[in-house]
């Protein structure tokens, strides 16, 4: 299980890093775009607390906090998004492109969807007793790949879990102005086992992934999960349309200093600090690394 103290932790750092990107980025010092998982934290570490390393995990373009609650990697992470030689994909992939392992992120919505049915195909096959996971947004269900990619699976009777993060928006454009119906619904039409969760709720969260997870390893047969979210800070950068009553509203939900305040006060401070150490560390270190060279792409 889990410590309190240990989700504060992560969550905190995926937090503050983020936060650190966006000044580097207006301080002209990224390379390429960032989105932010800013107020999404509770569900990339609910998802990874229950997976092990044969697992394999799929993410899009807010794949930041994805990848730091799958492999705590921060500098080769933000080597990568500063263009540095020492990033995870050698400084050339950017920020949605990355590739760790079992850790694949892609900035094309819906596009993995068909090559996450192939590997959860292919797990079935191998019968190692491993699970795939997607994350994929509620924009993203405008996506007819991801369709054929659900129906497949389905038929296959793969060992997928679908996690869809419905943030309310596709950009700019809310979900009730991009999505008809119901999406549970969309995963249940094609026999998909289907569940809906709250984003805010950071213990029931873990604990559900932890059932999911084993579910979905033990039986075999692809789950999507509806996880209720926000995302606090604007698409990308600067780019929010959305009303500032609803940000403010959600702003004093959020989830991280939600959790932060049901630690004893001490501790949290510490563990503020040894992040901000470990963040201005990592900053450090991936300053003093070679730009990537475009000349060096093989
Ligand atoms: C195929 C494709 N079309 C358009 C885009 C541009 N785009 C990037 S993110 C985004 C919105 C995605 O919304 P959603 O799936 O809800 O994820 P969120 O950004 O809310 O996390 C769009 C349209 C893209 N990356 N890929």
């Known amino acids: 299980m889990i410590e309190a103290v240990d989700i504060y932790r992560k969550m905190i750092l995926i937090r503050r890093f983020e936060e650190l990107l966006l000044e580097l980025f207006s301080a002209g010092k990224l390379s390429g775009t960032t989105h932010t998982y800013v107020g999404q934290e509770p569900v990339a570490i609910a998802v ?3 997976l092990g390393p044969g697992d394999c995990v799929f993410s899009n373009h807010r794949c930041h906090g994805h990848y730091i609650a799958h492999t705590g990697d921060i500098e080769g992470l933000l080597a990568e998004i500063m263009g540095r030689t020492g990033g995870v994909c050698g400084g050339r992939g950017g920020s949605q492109h990355l590739h760790r392992g079992n850790f694949y992120s ?3 919505q819906g596009g993995f969807m068909p090559i996450v049915v192939g590997m959860a195909l292919a797990e079935k096959k191998r019968a190692r007793g491993n699970v795939v996971v997607a994350f994929i947004g509620d924009g993203t269900l405008g996506e007819g790949a991801v369709y ?3 129906n497949m ?3 296959w009777s793969v060992p997928l879990l679908v996690v869809v993060e419905n943030n309310r928006y596709a950009q700019s454009t809310p979900i009730t102005l991009g999505v008809a119906g119901s999406i549970p619904d969309r995963g249940r039409c094609f026999g998909l086992s289907v569940g809906e969760s709250d984003g ?33 800070n604007a698409h990308s950068k600067g780019d929010d349309t959305r009303a500032t009553m609803e940000v403010a509203a959600f702003r004093a939900r959020d989830p991280v200093e939600h959790w932060g305040r049901g630690l004893p006060p001490g501790l949290r401070a510490a563990v503020d600090a040894e992040v901000a150490g470990r963040l ?9 690394m070679p730009l990537a060279q475009l000349a060096e792409v093989g």
Do not use: C, K
Request: charged share 20%; no cysteine; glycine share 8%.
């Open 48 to 50: 990874a607390s229950h």
């Open 106 to 108: 892609n900035g094309i």
């Open 148 to 150: 054929e990619a659900l």
């Open 153 to 155: 699976a389905a038929l």
């Open 200 to 232: 805010w709720d950071v213990t029931g969260l873990t604990a559900r992934f932890g059932t999911l997870v084993a579910q979905v390893r033990n039986e075999g047969r692809p789950h999507m999960e509806v996880v209720e979210t926000y995302r606090l």
């Open 280 to 288: 201005a560390e990592t900053l450090a270190a991936v300053e003093a």
